[in-house]
C-alpha cells in the first residue's frame, strides 16, 4: 500500500513571495491534516479535512495560508506572503476509519 | 488545551543497551500514538496504543489511561533507533483526529 506523497520535498523562497505544497493520502483515506513543524519542536495541527469539507482550522493563520482538497482526495497547502517565521517542515498525514494517523516525508520550506 | 510531557528530552544510549521513555498527559484521551522521527525528517508510525501493551519487535509500549501516561521501551538499542521520538494524544472531548505533540526525546545510539 502506497503511503502518503507531498511535493517538493524542499523549497526555497524569499519573503513576500507565495508557495504551495501538495499532497495525495493514502488511498481511502477520507481525514487528511496539514501541520506544521518548526526545528527542535513536535508537529502542530494547521487544519484537517473530512473528505472535500473543512473539519478544523482554528490553528491556520487565514491572513496568509490557505488550504483545500476539492475533489476529497488531493490537497494544496498555500502561503501568500511568506514570511521568515514561517520556515519549517510542512507535513500531510490521512487517516482512514480508525483515528491512526500516518505521515507524509514532508516540505522543507527555506524564507530568506 | 491538553499538556503533553516527555521525558527524558535527550538520550544517549551505548548499542545494546535498554531504555525508557515516558509521555504524560494532562487530560483523557482517546488516541495515543508513538512515533519515530528518523534523520531525514520522516515520521514512522511506532505503536497506535490508547490504552494497554503492545510490542513489535525490540520496541514496546505501555499505556495507562487511567493514570494519564504512557511508556515507549527500547531494548538491545541500535544506531538506526537513533532520532527523535514524539508522543501525541488526542484529547476525549476534541475533534476527531486532533493530535497535540509532546517535544519529543532526543536519542542517540553510539555504537
Known amino acids: 500500500e502506497a503511503g502518503v506523497a507531498q511535493s517538493p520535498r524542499y523549497k526555497i523562497i524569499e519573503k513576500r513571495q507565495s508557495v504551495a505544497f501538495w499532497c495525495n493520502p493514502i488511498?481511502?483515506?477520507?481525514?487528511l491534516y496539514w501541520y506544521q513543524q518548526i526545528l527542535g519542536q513536535g508537529p502542530k495541527l494547521l487544519i484537517q479535512?473530512?473528505?472535500?469539507?473543512?473539519?478544523?482550522d482554528s490553528q491556520l493563520p487565514k491572513d496568509r495560508f490557505s488550504a483545500e482538497r476539492l475533489k476529497g482526495v488531493d490537497s494544496t497547502l498555500k502561503i501568500q506572503p511568506a514570511k521568515l517565521e514561517d520556515s519549517a517542515v510542512y507535513l500531510c498525514?490521512?487517516?482512514?476509519?480508525?483515528?491512526?494517523?500516518?505521515f507524509g516525508p514532508g516540505t522543507r520550506l527555506t524564507v530568506l | 488545551g491538553i499538556q503533553v510531557e516527555q521525558s527524558p528530552p535527550d538520550l544517549i544510549l551505548q548499542e545494546g543497551a535498554n531504555s525508557t521513555l515516558r509521555c504524560n498527559f494532562s487530560?483523557?484521551?482517546?488516541?495515543l500514538q508513538w512515533f519515530h522521527q528518523n534523520p531525514w525528517g520522516q515520521l514512522i508510525n511506532l505503536f497506535y496504543?490508547?490504552?494497554g501493551t503492545k510490542q513489535n519487535g525490540r520496541l514496546s509500549a505501555t499505556t495507562v489511561a487511567t493514570e494519564r501516561y504512557s511508556l515507549l521501551y527500547i531494548s538491545s538499542s541500535q544506531t538506526t533507533d537513533s532520532g527523535v521520538y514524539f508522543c501525541?494524544?488526542?484529547?476525549?472531548?476534541?475533534?476527531?483526529?486532533?493530535?497535540?505533540f509532546g517535544a519529543g526525546t532526543q536519542v542517540v545510539v553510539t555504537p
Open positions: 498525514a490521512s487517516s482512514g476509519g480508525l483515528r491512526e494517523q500516518f
Open positions: 488511498s481511502g483515506h477520507a481525514t
Open positions: 479535512f473530512q473528505n472535500n469539507g473543512v473539519v478544523d
Open positions: 487530560d483523557s484521551v482517546n488516541n
Open positions: 496504543i490508547p490504552s
Open positions: 501525541a494524544v488526542e484529547r476525549v472531548p476534541d475533534s476527531w483526529g486532533k493530535l497535540q
